[in-house]
C-alpha cells in the first residue's frame, strides 16, 4: 500500500503540469471604431490576436483571453481608453492597467501598438488612413510600419519585456496604393503573414523566456556584460531610429 502512495504522488508530481501564467493582451486600438474604408482590421489587432494565438499553443504554461471577451468587458470602460492613449503617447499609466488586470485576474499585460511612418514627416499614421491618402492623391512615399509590444508587470509597475518591430510597407519602388477592393486586400494579406510569421512568434519566444528561461535556447550574437540577467525597467526604453526603407524584428532572436 505504501508502495502504491509512493507511486501515486511521483505520477502526480512528474505529470502536474508547470504553474501558467495568465497574460492580458491589450491591443492599442482595440477601444476604436474601424473607420477605414475598407473596414479592415487595425494591425495592433492582427498582432495583438496572433499573439494571443501563440501563447495558447503554449501547452498550459502561458494562456490569454480571446479579444472578444477583452472588447466586451472594455467596451465602454473609460480608464482603459485613457489608459491606451497615455501608451501611445509612451506614457504608463501603472495603476489603471492594474485596475484593468484585476478584471481578469492577471498581473501581466501585453500592450501592442502599431503607426505609420514616412520620410516626409515624423507623423504616427494610421495604416488606412496613409493607405487612403496615398491612393486618393497618388503619393508614393516609402513607408514603414512599426510595432512595439510591451509586456508590463502591473502589480510591480515594471516592464519587464518590450521589442520593436519595423518592416516596409508597399512595393519595393515604395509605391503604396490600394484603387480597388483587390489592392486593398493584398496589401492586408501582406500585414497578416507578417504577424504570424515575424511578429507574433518572435514576441512569445520572448515572452515565454521570461517565465520559463530554461525552455527557450538563447541564440549567441554579442556577450552581455551583465552577466545574463533579465534586466527590468519601469519606462518603456527608446525605439532605433531607422531610415524608412530598413526593416527592424528586434535585438534578440530566440530558437527552439
Keep these: 500500500m505504501k508502495i502504491f502512495i509512493k507511486l501515486f504522488f511521483i505520477f502526480c508530481f512528474l505529470f502536474t503540469p508547470a504553474y501558467a501564467y495568465d497574460i492580458l493582451v491589450i491591443p492599442a486600438d482595440l ?27 503554449s501547452n498550459g504554461k502561458l494562456k490569454s483571453f480571446d479579444l472578444y471577451d477583452i472588447r466586451a468587458k472594455f467596451q465602454n470602460n473609460q480608464l482603459l481608453k485613457n489608459a491606451l492613449n497615455q501608451y501611445k503617447n509612451n506614457v504608463i499609466d501603472y495603476p489603471a492597467f492594474k485596475t484593468i488586470g ?52 502591473s502589480s510591480n509597475e515594471l516592464v519587464i519585456w518590450s521589442n520593436n518591430y519595423s518592416s516596409k510597407l508597399g512595393k519595393n519602388s515604395s509605391e503604396l496604393s490600394a484603387k480597388n477592393i483587390s489592392q486593398a486586400a493584398g496589401e492586408y494579406e501582406k500585414i497578416k503573414l507578417y504577424s504570424k510569421t515575424i511578429v507574433a512568434p518572435s514576441a512569445t519566444q520572448n515572452i515565454t523566456l521570461r517565465f520559463f528561461p530554461k525552455s527557450i535556447r538563447p541564440i549567441q550574437t554579442e ?33 527552439i
Design 31 to 57: 477601444l476604436q471604431t474601424k473607420e477605414n474604408y475598407y473596414s479592415f482590421d487595425e494591425p495592433s489587432e492582427i498582432f495583438a490576436g496572433d499573439i494571443i494565438k501563440e501563447l495558447n499553443k
Design 102 to 153: 484585476k478584471d481578469f485576474g492577471c498581473n501581466y499585460i501585453l500592450l501592442v501598438n502599431s503607426s505609420v511612418m514616412t520620410n516626409k514627416n515624423s507623423l504616427r499614421r494610421n495604416l488606412w488612413e496613409v493607405l487612403e491618402v496615398s491612393t486618393a492623391f497618388d503619393i508614393a512615399y516609402p513607408f514603414r510600419l512599426e510595432t512595439s509590444v510591451v509586456l508590463l508587470d
Design 223 to 255: 556577450i552581455d556584460s551583465s552577466g545574463g540577467a533579465l534586466k527590468f525597467e519601469r519606462t518603456l526604453p527608446e525605439k532605433p531610429n531607422l531610415k524608412p526603407r530598413e526593416d527592424f524584428y528586434g535585438d534578440t532572436l530566440f530558437g
